[in-house]
């Protein structure tokens, strides 16, 4: 069953899906992110915030986020851990 977590303003992504969470912050990112906005691979969930997290999804899309890695991390961490209790 799909499990989702909220990537910031009412956002949510299916985990199932995430390859990585990573830093906008090095060149590599930042040449990968320019070229998923001009070629239309780029889903922008910021809301005109500062991009923090840049989410890499198996179908080679990317989904921009104003919420730190970690926060996205730890989220779905423990959607992971609520869903091994049930």
Do not use: Y
Request: aromatic share 2%; charged share 25%; proline share 3%.
């Amino acid at each position: 069953m799909s499990q989702f977590i909220h990537v910031g303003f009412g956002n949510i992504v299916n985990t199932e899906k995430i390859i990585a969470v990573v830093s906008p912050d090095s060149a590599p990112i930042k040449r990968m992110v320019q070229t998923a906005r001009e070629t239309g691979a780029a889903v922008d969930a910021t809301q005109g915030r500062k991009t923090k997290a840049v989410l890499v999804m198996e179908n080679g899309q990317l989904v921009l986020s104003a919420l730190l890695p970690e926060t996205i991390a730890n989220r779905a961490q423990a959607e992971r851990e609520d869903n091994d209790e049930a």
